[in-house]
């Protein structure tokens, strides 16, 4: 049985459209660099090289006292990786920037800072969730980055959920999920 609902010459024409269609997506997805794709063309994290950790950005409202017990865990986590004697910025004690540029403030300092002391790696986190359920269990997200300072380009990065247990207190859940996250890394 012929097809009579589309004639000869059409399917010819759409055929042909779907051919050259096809290899321009083809070839156009081969042209793509690293910017596109940045796991083709990812630079490898090498423990040597002198490293950073720059202030957390929280988007749950932690205390600022937190933050800096957080930054400590993971410069105390480091070595485990085989980087030693991460260096980590020290923020004035006073500056006059709004409450809600602050920590956005304080992470430039800190990459200004690491640019003028040629180090090469910084690592810096983001807490995107920071809270107690009704069953009193605490749960964390953090988001770790590991960026070139002198280009400013993400290296590496990684998503993790820490929940603890009924009681658990919010110290020990993310220095576990911290520490799991640090484990990941892949350092040559």
């Known amino acids: ?27 156009a997805g081969c042209q793509t660099n690293g910017k596109m794709f940045p796991e083709f063309n990812q ?6 090289n002198n490293w950073t950790v720059l202030p957390f950005i929280s988007h749950t409202g932690v205390p600022a006292e937190d ?3 957080l930054e400590r865990i993971l410069l105390v986590q480091l070595p485990s990786k085989g980087i030693e004697n991460p260096k980590i910025y020290q923020a004035p004690k006073t500056f006059s920037v709004p409450d809600y540029l602050s920590e956005l403030y304080q992470v430039e300092q800190a990459r200004l800072w690491a640019i003028s002391q ?14 107690y359920d009704e069953q009193n269990r605490f749960s964390t997200t953090l988001s770790l980055k590991v960026n070139n300072v002198s280009s400013g ?3 590496w990065s990684i998503n993790g959920l820490g929940e603890g247990r009924p009681g658990e207190a919010a110290y020990d859940v993310s220095r576990k999920l911290i520490a799991d996250l640090v484990a990941s890394m892949p350092l040559q």
Do not use: G
């Open 153 to 155: 380009d993400l290296v």
């Open 67 to 69: 933050l800096i017990q």
């Open 43 to 48: 630079e490898k994290l090498t423990k040597d």
């Open 118 to 131: 040629h180090i090469k790696y910084s690592i810096s986190a983001e807490i995107l969730e920071w809270q």
């Open 1 to 27: 049985m012929k097809n009579n609902i589309f004639p000869n010459w059409f399917r010819q024409r759409y055929a042909f459209i779907f051919i050259v269609s096809f290899l321009v997506v083809t070839l």
